[in-house]
């Protein structure tokens, strides 16, 4: 298996542009988690899928930020208009979660974005 | 203004020597642990996971170790390797409800193994 893929693994882009991050899970998984690491917070949950459905968005800072997942296999997280503050490396995670219990997540190599 | 970064609690371990790495989850809810082990321009990848009804768990050269009483979380390495350097983050997930898993990891604690 691939495992987890994100593209693109790099992004630099200037204030003010439409980023779109693309992420495909592990075939079979029916869970997908959106994740941002910076310096300053750490490890922070934006956005969790199950079964294709958002159940979670808490995390998602503010309406510039959207994350979609048309298929079992795609998922889109777009920030629109991007500001500095966004810079951060952005990862994907997977899982196979069941009713009987909490599992290991994977995690793609991660999307490095930043902005201008 | 400056902008202040987490200090993240650094580890310094001589090759060979075995490491312990801790942590203190906030939910006393979680009944799901698991030890990540994060490298330089990589993802977060598992180690090793363990659940509420035990108190410790072994691995090939890992052993985590669970106290509920205190909510503390260990990873024990053996023989600590230079390939063991790498940011290790603890998450917590609380008991199933729904089929929703709602992770919150730890800030994490750096390993710097020295040959």
């Known amino acids: 298996d691939a495992g987890v893929i994100q593209s693109p693994r790099h992004e630099v882009t200037e204030m003010g542009q439409e980023v779109t991050l693309r992420c495909k899970p592990i075939?079979?998984?029916?869970?997908l988690f959106w994740y941002r690491q910076t310096m300053m917070r750490g490890l922070e949950l934006l956005i969790y899928f199950n079964n294709n459905v958002p159940i979670d968005d808490s995390g998602m800072p503010e309406d510039r930020f959207s994350a979609k997942m048309p298929n079992a296999s795609f998922s889109t997280l777009k920030i629109q208009p991007s500001e500095p503050r966004d810079s951060a490396v952005y990862f994907c995670?997977?899982?196979?979660?069941?009713?009987?219990?909490?599992?290991?997540?994977?995690f793609g190599p991660g999307t490095r974005l930043t902005v201008l | 203004g400056e902008s202040v970064g987490l200090h993240l609690p650094t580890l310094s371990v001589q090759e060979g020597d075995n490491s312990i790495i801790n942590c203190a989850y906030s939910?006393?809810?979680?009944?799901?642990f698991i030890w990540y082990k994060q490298e330089s321009g990589k993802g977060p990848q598992f180690i090793i996971d363990i659940r509420s009804n035990m108190d410790k768990r072994q691995g090939q050269r890992v052993t985590v170790l669970l106290n509920k009483t205190v909510k503390h979380l260990s990873l024990q390495i053996a023989a600590t390797q230079p390939g063991d350097s790498a940011v290790y983050f603890c998450?917590?997930?609380?008991?199933?409800?729904?089929?929703?898993?709602?992770?919150?990891f730890g800030t994490g604690t750096k390993l710097q193994v020295i040959p």
């Open positions: 939910n006393s809810a979680s009944d799901y």
């Open positions: 075939s079979g998984h029916n869970s």
């Open positions: 998450a917590e997930i609380p008991v199933n409800s729904g089929g929703y898993q709602k992770v919150t």
């Open positions: 995670a997977s899982t196979l979660n069941s009713l009987a219990g909490g599992s290991e997540q994977f």
